[in-house]
């Protein structure tokens, strides 16, 4: 990895700590997983399939969980050691599901579609990832239905395929990434007179990471942590009415290049 890339990964990092989470998934959750003064408490089994996973905070801290799944022949071990130089060290040795941050004192429902195999809760919001491992067993004879979806996104190489105008309100949406490389979703409200030569040096800003994003003319309302080819999510997302912009600041490690800026940027209207 160049020193570009590293630096972007670096930077997303970063940017999970003190951001406003506002996605949930309204159901009944299949797991349970607390971030608490001792730690985090993790279930050592989930079943393979659609399952809701409740994420709940009660500490006075952030929590930025993002599930992986350990690839083929990669122990907890040798993750643990690719680690210590580094979070993205880890990368090439586990497929990344996604997740977000949730708040001091709330909770977050997300809906995964789980492969069996051995998986690891890593959370970022520490100065060091806390990491916790967990068993995803074969499916069981519930067969759960995915969530209705109100909202599709496709990540892509290098684009977002989503509806260019939504409704407000709280609505269901699918996060899908069909790309070949790893994505994520920013979404910051944006005021409604920004041209697209501004939006355009103002994500220019934020992936340079020359500016405190919370210092720049945005208000950062969700965001998905980074989530690899062939992976898929549900979660509630309540916009209000407005004009959005929805971005990926991760690194293409050919190039070093963020995505942002080879396209992975659109904006969004939301209505009345």
Request: charged share 15%; net charge negative; proline share 6%.
């Amino acid at each position: 990895m160049n020193r570009t890339a590293r630096c972007l990964v670096l930077l997303v990092l970063a940017l999970l700590v003190g951001m406003v989470p506002v996605f949930a998934h309204e159901g009944e959750a299949s797991a349970t997983i607390v971030n608490g003064p001792e730690g985090l408490v993790v279930p050592a089994e989930l079943h393979a399939g659609i399952v809701d996973v409740t994420f709940t905070n009660i500490t006075d801290a952030p929590f930025a969980p993002l599930l992986a799944r350990l690839n083929d022949g990669v122990t907890v071990d040798a993750l643990m050691a690719a680690m210590s130089a580094g979070p993205e060290a880890g990368l090439p040795l586990i497929t990344l599901l996604g997740g977000t941050e949730i708040a001091p004192q709330s909770s977050f429902v997300a809906t995964f579609d789980l492969k069996a195999g051995e998986h690891v809760l890593l959370n970022f919001a520490g100065k060091a990832p806390d990491v916790k491992t967990f068993t995803v067993a074969d499916e069981d004879d519930t067969n759960a239905a995915a969530p209705e979806a109100d909202v599709q996104v496709s990540l892509l190489d290098f684009a977002f395929s989503l509806p260019t105008s939504i409704s407000a309100g709280e609505q269901t949406w699918l996060l899908e990434n069909k790309g070949d490389q790893w994505h994520e979703m920013a979404i910051a409200r944006i005021d409604d007179r920004t041209t697209v030569a501004e939006l355009r040096d103002i994500m220019q800003t934020m992936a340079s990471g020359e500016a405190d994003p919370a210092t720049l003319p945005i208000e950062q309302v969700g965001f998905w942590m980074p989530m690899q080819q062939g992976e898929r999510a549900w979660f509630n997302l309540n916009l209000e009415p407005g004009t959005y912009v929805v971005a990926c600041f991760l690194p293409d490690f050919a190039s070093g290049h963020a995505h942002i800026n080879l396209g992975m940027v659109q904006l969004l209207t939301v209505t009345e």
